[in-house]
């Protein structure tokens, strides 16, 4: 009974999880899979996510910024506006750089986000993080608070979803994408290709500071370890491009597969016995060794994946121009 | 094809199979950026597991003790998702770890504290673990970092040293024993003329020694790496003239830093680590135990074995593999009274708890009496530089 209860806890966990990365790789969707901004510094909006919602929602601490004691749904839109004010700046200085010169200018950028943060110790504590983060639901009882946390983080990713969708079939999105495929063409239509790159640049930043308010809350202590770059940004790249980039669906679907890849390996790697004789040769401490066999198995999905499937699960599909209403014909961008 | 799954499905089987067990989550920085030092750690957690089941194992029936491990990767997130599975999935009795004091407070908070389950951690050091709304399930089996900054501190006033300058590393460590120090020297009447926090990595730390240098204060305390900006910073401060005489903790202490900077420039240096007494029976027995392992005094090694001994013995005092159960039990068989039981000696352990007496266990790292925080008092070391360049170490009282 307790076994089950478990595993059903597990599986809570891993749609949590899993949704908060689906939310971040949403964001990148519209970055990269709409507009074609290469943003390498996911982390860094993340981050800025996480700490502005613990800052605002905890009560005073004397360690760091704090005392505000907001509720947490305008405290996430706080954090949410913040994240998309620093988007805003970087924007208008960078959106005009080429997709690997933004890449380069937005890494560099994660990057001062995180020393900053990391640096003012009176706002964050430092190196030493904020503790002790309200979590929305935590005061209800066992498992049903972490099953609203979970349809709080689901409800979240479907919304983002349905309106992403939308935008996709949108005369904005067809501008979106006119401009990622080519940015000349799109100019001599008469569009604005810095504007619409800059709202792209900063959706999608806002985004990702909402995943990260809600990993914040998640993990209940928020540090400079926590926004390393090589399980946010590098993982929400990996699930994206596995999943499928230009596809809202295939973002969702990379992010729940990959993070139970991810997540689930551990256990099976658990399974394995303490001591593996292989072709007379013992290998001890194998539990340990494992754990590294797990990154190679994540690199090995990824390219199976990318060689079986080049453009990811679930391909970019175009919407149909004539497909809804055939008898008006509107052109791809004709009101954007 | 056929055949290696065949081979597959017998190595489960085998896996699953055998005698009753009972898990103990083995939570650690395996991957990451501590992984070295983690790698020496677990050997000392399995050498503990090792002396359980050879002696007779758990409970009446000589249950085997495995341990569970989990990659908590130094990182908050991953310690989350480690212990989640720990406890949900493998439905562990308890858990020894994490290793760092962020994946530490996360995972506590996240995970172990809602669901009733007790972590005791040998090397997460953070002052803010003490602060915890814990429910007494966290416990540690390292001293805090506020301890190893007093014990620092007063060392340095007992030189007649009164004014110093400051430099740490922008780590959760070294910040944090660094805040810990300033506060306990300057209550006891000392100085800081000036407090330079430098990021690790960098070619030359010039610009900082510069500032530390003119404090003009009678020494400098580097809390540091000894890679990653220790090293870098004495030699700077040398190169300069601005400081002779250093003070530190114990992420300076190795071999390297009198190889590069030379027994003269360290002859005025003294560096605390959280030591072990070895004139105690304790440590002596460990040391015995522990000849076999890489590094048995590395960092936190000992800590590690006495850390996963005491929760065996929490499991066979409670009586049951019963979570609820481990917390009171784990403070019976770590404090007085009861009789002294030393590393290893897990049969007359076991013998002693089915006639129903009281234990206390004595470990490698000291008497392991938890307060009501769930910390353990500190035992530091000091360290000093001897002629023929290698480190002396004597207990700091």
Redesign the interface.
Same mark, same amino acid.
């Given at each position: 009974m307790? #076994?089950f *209860? %478990?595993?059903g806890? +597990?599986a809570i !966990?891993l749609l949590t999880?899993g949704g908060m990365y689906a939310i971040l790789t949403l964001g990148l969707n519209l970055q990269w899979g709409f507009a074609g901004l290469f943003n390498a510094g996911i982390a860094g909006f993340f981050a800025v996510g996480a700490y502005v919602t613990a800052i605002l929602t905890k009560p005073e601490a004397p360690?760091h910024l704090g005392g505000y004691g907001l509720p947490m749904a305008p405290a996430i839109a706080v954090a949410m506006l913040v994240a998309a004010a620093i988007a805003w700046a970087i924007g208008r200085i960078c959106i005009r750089l080429r997709s690997d010169y933004l890449a380069i200018a937005t890494i560099g950028i994660a990057e001062i986000l995180r020393?900053i943060l990391?640096?003012e110790?009176w706002a964050t504590n430092?190196?030493? %993080?904020i !503790? !002790?983060i309200p979590r929305a639901f935590e005061y209800l009882p066992?498992p049903w608070?972490k099953l609203a946390f979970m349809a709080l983080v689901l409800v979240t990713v479907l919304v983002i979803y349905l309106a992403l969708e939308k935008a996709w079939r949108s005369p904005w999105g067809r501008v979106m994408t006119a401009i990622r495929d080519s940015e000349d063409a799109a100019r001599a239509a008469g569009k604005d290709v810095e504007s619409f790159r800059l709202q792209a640049f900063v959706l999608g930043s806002a985004l990702m500071a909402l995943g990260g308010a809600y *990993?914040g809350q *998640?993990?209940? +202590?928020? %540090? /400079?370890?926590?926004s390393?770059p090589a399980?946010v940004t590098f993982l929400v790249w990996v699930m994206l491009i596995a999943g499928g980039s230009a596809n809202n669906r295939g973002a969702v679907l990379g992010a729940f597969l990959l993070w139970t890849i991810w997540?689930g390996t #551990? @256990?099976v790697t %658990?399974?394995?016995?303490r001591e @593996?004789s292989l072709f007379g040769v013992a290998i001890p401490?194998v /539990?340990?060794r =494992? =754990? +590294?066999l797990? @990154?190679f198995l994540i690199g090995l999905v990824l390219q199976v994946v990318l060689q079986r499937y080049s453009k990811g699960i679930l391909p970019e599909t175009r919407p149909a121009v004539l497909g809804r209403r055939i008898t008006r014909g509107p052109e791809p961008g004709r009101q954007g | 094809m056929r055949r290696i799954l065949l081979a597959g499905a017998a190595?489960?089987a085998?896996?699953?199979a055998g005698t009753a067990e009972v898990k103990l989550g083995?939570l650690g920085g395996?991957?990451g950026p501590i992984a070295e030092i983690v790698?020496l750690l677990?050997e000392g957690r399995?050498l503990a597991a090792r002396h359980v089941n050879e002696q007779g194992g758990l409970f009446a029936d000589g249950q085997q003790l495995t341990?569970?491990?989990?990659?908590s990767?130094?990182? /908050?997130?991953?310690a989350?998702?480690?212990a989640?599975?720990l406890?949900?999935?493998? #439905?562990v009795v308890a858990i020894v770890g994490p290793n760092?004091?962020?994946?530490t407070? =996360?995972a506590a908070?996240?995970v172990t504290i /809602?669901?009733g389950v007790v972590i005791l951690s040998e090397s997460a050091t953070?002052p =803010?673990i003490t602060a915890?709304?814990d429910k007494d399930l966290v416990f540690r089996a390292a001293p805090s970092d506020a301890y190893q900054g007093i014990a620092l501190a007063n060392y340095i006033l007992g030189q007649g040293v009164k004014t110093v300058a400051l430099t740490n590393a922008?780590?959760?460590y070294n910040?944090?024993l660094a805040a810990e120090f300033a506060k306990a020297f300057e209550a006891a009447g000392g100085k800081i003329a000036a407090h330079q926090?430098h990021?690790p990595n960098k070619a030359n730390y010039r610009a900082e020694v510069a500032t530390l240098g003119g404090a003009k204060a009678d020494a400098l305390v580097v809390f540091a790496y000894y890679g990653s900006s220790g090293i870098a910073i004495i030699r700077n401060a040398l190169e300069t003239g601005a400081y002779s005489k250093f003070f530190g903790a114990d992420g300076m202490v190795n071999d390297e830093l009198v190889n590069q900077l030379g027994v003269d420039a360290l002859k005025d240096a003294a560096f605390t680590t959280p030591g072990a007494d070895d004139s105690t029976g304790a440590f002596k027995a460990y040391m015995e135990l522990a000849k076999d392992l890489k590094q048995p005094l590395g960092p936190y090694v000992p800590n590690a074995y006495d850390a996963t001994f005491l929760l065996a013995l929490a499991i066979e005092k409670a009586g049951s593999a019963d979570r609820s159960k481990i917390a009171a039990a784990l403070r019976e068989v770590a404090t007085p009274p009861g009789e002294v039981i030393l590393p290893g000696e897990w049969a007359k352990a076991k013998a002693l708890i089915a006639e129903g007496k009281d234990i206390n266990y004595e470990g490698a790292t000291g008497s392991l009496d938890f307060d009501a925080a769930g910390d353990v008092p500190g035992t530091y070391t000091l360290n000093t530089v001897t002629p023929d360049g290698k480190f002396a170490a004597k207990l700091l009282k």
């Open positions: 307790d #076994q *209860y %478990g595993y806890i +597990y !966990s999880v360690e020393l990391k640096n110790t430092g190196p030493r %993080g !503790s !002790s066992d608070d *990993y *998640y993990t209940k +202590y928020f %540090g /400079p370890d926590s390393d399980s997540s #551990q @256990i %658990g399974w394995l016995p @593996i401490d /539990p340990v =494992a =754990a +590294y797990r @990154i | 190595v489960l085998t896996a699953t083995s395996v991957t790698a677990m399995e341990l569970v491990v989990g990659d990767a130094c990182d /908050p997130k991953a989350v998702d480690a989640t599975k406890v949900n999935v493998d #439905q760092c004091s962020g994946a407070l =996360a908070q996240s /809602p669901a953070s =803010a915890l709304d922008n780590d959760d910040a944090g926090v990021e």
